[in-house]
């Protein structure tokens, strides 16, 4: 175990210094750096939740229309591990059902990239070790990124309680609604704070906090497929989200589970962050083999992206297997409702409602498989950052070589993933299995070319290399929202994912796919060759 010396220099109280000293200054630079990536993420979270409410209200007008959907929805045990229960037949409980499960997900989500990034990526930099020889006390990093995740998680909280509680809504349900999702967030930011202490990696704390948040996923959606009420639902938060039954039978006990973690887990980040070195970690990090095994920087690359890579894989092919098994029940999902099934065809074409949901299916995996190249191709920003870059292309190893190692399992990598999402679709549909796996493949041009912009961006410019990340962002929000806001065909059509054909059950259509992939290609040797004009950030 690395752990702490009390009687560290760096941490010796000084008279009048209290461990939450300097907790202001640090909170305002965290606003100050995240005033741009926040409140897109608070206004976009929001404004999905509250415009659900007109969706649905387009979609199931009538009580009669609602009441079929909570009857659907009640015995198809695969749609409820999907999104879980509906408890009320009312628009603000079928927008708490729809809308209310994927932004508390979210939620966690941006929880977990801010405290992290305000707590371990601040010690990897080192510029949290500058900061700490001023009037900083032990505790001040941990309690203003937790302040800073306060910050997003109450405005989303605000917002949607202030959407949904208008004429004709329910004060109480949309406050009921707004707080699980706010207290997820909050949840998950204090077992971000827990994992930045136990690791000594930004990156594994990440990857921690990710896999606690996918098993909680896992245990929603198991518990919620039985038939019958099962204990498995209690057992994850994003189940307690869901128990509090917003605009149903409110269950307003149910946020107490909620307080009492963050209150756990955040006494628990706090007594270790007490006892520990700026750097340190209490899990320890293995010391590699006396004698190198690797062959060169492309086996370096491979490395330290095979575990991300095979996360993505076997999530991607357990999501396939878990849509692909909804295929047969999208049309009782959608009946004779023409508007639910006008979006299945603006998203996967009009061939069949079938073919249309597994077509949308396939374009949502496209959309998500493009955070997947995005990060990795910032993994190279990531060794630059950390000065990791530095010692390897001291060496014989010139700076595409040491490129094109990281960008082969990026872009290589996309490949794998989306070839396990299709084979996931079609074992759990059953049927026509090559052609799924081909309507996967053909989003990679698509997914390339966010990989490409994201190279482009690192070569050129690479304090903006994170607007990578708001590129894919904005084409995975128009590409999921846009349909059910009816968006006019040219703004989805500015997502290179609206230039692909509609597959399967469409036409390949070649010139889309060769312009994209030419754009990819083009963007992406543009970055490499501004990465070897550019001086390293050392």
């Known amino acids: 175990m690395t752990t702490t010396a009390d009687t560290s220099p760096l941490h010796t109280r000084r008279p009048g210094n209290s461990p939450f000293a300097g907790t202001g200054p640090l909170l305002r630079l965290a606003l100050r750096q995240d005033r741009v990536l926040l409140p897109i993420w608070v206004l976009v979270l929001s404004a999905l939740v509250v415009s659900g409410a007109g969706t649905i209200e387009s979609f199931y007008d009538t009580p009669a229309a609602r009441a079929e959907l909570l009857r659907s929805m009640t015995t198809n045990g695969s749609l409820r591990a999907l999104y879980g229960p509906v408890f009320s037949d009312s628009v603000g409980g079928l927008v708490s059902w729809r809308f209310g499960g994927f932004a508390a997900l979210m939620a966690a989500v941006m929880s977990l990239l801010i405290v992290v990034r305000h707590t371990r990526d601040e010690e990897e930099s080192g510029r949290q070790e500058m ?258 870059a530095e010692p390897v292309l001291a060496t014989a190893v010139g700076r595409p070589t040491w490129a094109a190692g990281h960008l082969a399992v990026a872009f290589g990598g996309s490949v794998v993933v989306l070839g396990a999402a299709g084979l996931g679709l079609a074992l759990g549909h059953g049927e026509r299995h090559g052609a799924i796996v081909a309507a996967a493949l053909a989003q990679l041009p698509a997914v390339w070319l966010l990989g490409g912009i994201a190279v482009l961006l690192y070569g050129l410019v690479p304090r903006a290399a994170g607007a990578a990340w708001v590129v894919a962002g904005v084409c995975l929000t128009v590409g999921w929202i846009g349909p059910a806001l009816d968006l006019p065909g040219r703004v989805l059509e500015l997502s290179p994912f609206g230039q692909l054909p509609k597959l399967p059950g469409g036409s390949v259509q070649w010139p889309p796919l060769l312009v994209l992939t030419a754009l990819a290609a083009a963007s992406g040797c543009a970055g490499l060759v501004a990465l070897c004009r550019r001086d390293l950030r050392t």
């Open 131 to 388: 900061l700490s020889a001023a009037v900083v006390g032990r505790r001040a990093p941990l309690t203003a990124a937790l302040l800073t995740a306060a910050v997003g998680n109450a405005g989303i909280a605000l917002l949607v309680t202030a959407g949904l509680a208008g004429p004709g809504g329910s004060a109480a349900g949309a406050l009921a609604l707004g707080l699980a999702i706010g207290g997820t967030g909050m949840l998950f930011a204090t077992t971000a704070a827990l994992m930045a202490q136990l690791t000594e990696s930004a990156r594994l704390a990440r990857g921690l906090t990710a896999a606690v948040l996918g098993g909680a996923y896992a245990l929603r959606a198991a518990g919620d497929a039985a038939t019958e009420p099962s204990a498995l639902v209690w057992l994850s938060p994003l189940g307690w989200a869901e128990q509090v039954r917003p605009f149903g039978t409110e269950r307003w006990w149910v946020l107490l589970l909620l307080v009492l973690a963050v209150a756990a887990q955040g006494t628990l980040a706090y007594a270790l962050a007490g006892r520990r070195d700026v750097g340190m970690s209490f899990l320890p990090t293995r010391p590699g083999p006396a004698h190198g095994r690797l062959t060169g920087p492309a086996a370096l690359a491979w490395r330290l992206q095979r575990g991300a890579l095979l996360g993505w894989t076997l999530g991607f092919l357990v999501a396939g297997l878990a849509l692909g098994s909804l295929a047969d029940g999208a049309t009782e999902l959608v009946g004779q409702n023409e508007q639910a099934r006008a979006v299945f065809e603006r998203m996967g074409g009009r061939t069949g409602l079938t073919d249309a949901f597994l077509a949308a299916m396939v374009g949502l995996c496209g959309m998500v498989a493009g955070l997947f190249v995005v990060a990795s191709v910032l993994r190279l920003h990531g060794e630059e950052a950390a000065q990791r």
